[in-house]
């Protein structure tokens, strides 16, 4: 069992940026690929980010290419998601998740086993 626990949200300009923390409570954390998910109102939640259990590869949803950036420190038991030049668009609730098996892809939500229970982004124009 894995238990995640996301901070950091909050409610900010467009075009400023936030980093989203997620604590990993597993001691085998390093054997887990770690991604971020969001839902925003009305809609379906979809994937952002993902990265490897060793942190050597990265994958990004198209629209936060450039401007997001997934990373863990596997010492820490964290994964982190920096995100800049936030747009309206990016306001939803963010979610972070981990596998220890990649069944159907990063970037398939049905990929991953364990949830934290989410943290509010608010993005104001």
């Known amino acids: 069992q894995v238990q995640l626990v996301e901070s950091g949200g909050g409610l900010v300009q467009a075009g400023d940026s936030l980093r989203l923390s997620c604590a990993a409570s597993?001691?085998?954390?390093?054997?887990?690929?770690m991604a971020w998910f969001r839902q925003a109102p009305g809609k379906e939640r979809e994937f952002v980010a993902a990265v490897t259990r060793t942190g050597g590869s990265t994958y990004y949803e198209d629209s936060v290419k450039g401007r997001f950036t997934i990373s863990r420190d596997n010492a820490k038991n964290m994964v982190y998601l920096q995100m800049n030049s936030l747009q309206r668009e990016d306001t939803a609730v963010y979610y972070c998740a981990s596998t220890g098996t990649i069944r159907f892809g990063y970037s398939d939500q049905r990929t991953y086993e364990y949830w934290g229970q989410g943290t509010q982004v608010t993005v104001s124009s």
């Open positions: 597993r001691r085998t954390f390093s054997s887990y690929a």
